[in-house]
């Protein structure tokens, strides 16, 4: 996976002691948001590149998507990758896409699911790092915060029912469609497998939480809803 992603999110500064253990498939899972927030979260530079350009994958969804990745990220110059980026997302006014849930949920910014993250956030005691000028309810912030949420980089790692709970509430609901417009999108090339990858994770994460809903009888009590 790619490293040293410069979160979005501001972590608490003190960390509890004695943090449970996190299963390592649960961590594999937080490798994958990690990966996400890091390439949509700004254009990957040389060494970004380069670190894709070494990635391999099986023949699951999700290993096709990354062969595909790491093949492209290899024909891509950094200059390419910021077009590219700036194309998709920024654009003069607005890119291609628009990667925030009020946007894809409101077909407006700042709307209703932006306050009810905010308030899902000071519950879990996320805040905001001060330079960050896009709304929280950005694609690449979302899954940032996932990770964290599942390594426990905020407090204690969540239950399995919680993270189901923000996932369900502020993921669930719209990032699949993201990710499969991202995968069309015209002016995708080196994000097109990107788009793959996220929709085919996304895929694979609403199935492992309603199959884990299912069997405990009890996740969806303390889900919370807009």
Known sequence: ????????????????????AVPAEDLVRADVYTLLA?????????????????????DSAIGKAVT???RVAAE???????????ALFIGLGRGELVPFASYYLTGFLNEKPLAVLRGHMRQLGIARAAETKDPEDHIASLCEMMAGLIRGDYASALSVADQDAFFNTHIATWA???????????????????GTLGRAFMDIEIEAFRMASASSGTMTAGRTTQ
Do not use: N, W
């Open 176 to 194: 699949g469609h993201f990710f499969a417009d991202l995968e069309g999108a015209a002016g995708s090339r080196l994000y097109a497998p990107i």
């Open 38 to 58: 890091t390439l949509l979260s700004r254009a990957p530079d040389r060494d970004t590149l380069a670190g894709l350009k070494g990635l391999s994958g099986d």
């Open 76 to 86: 891509t110059t950094p200059g390419e990758a910021s077009r590219e980026y700036d």
């Open 1 to 20: 996976m790619v490293e040293e992603h410069v979160s979005d999110i501001a972590r608490r500064q003190a960390q509890p002691q004695g943090r449970t």
């Open 68 to 70: 595909a990745l790491a």
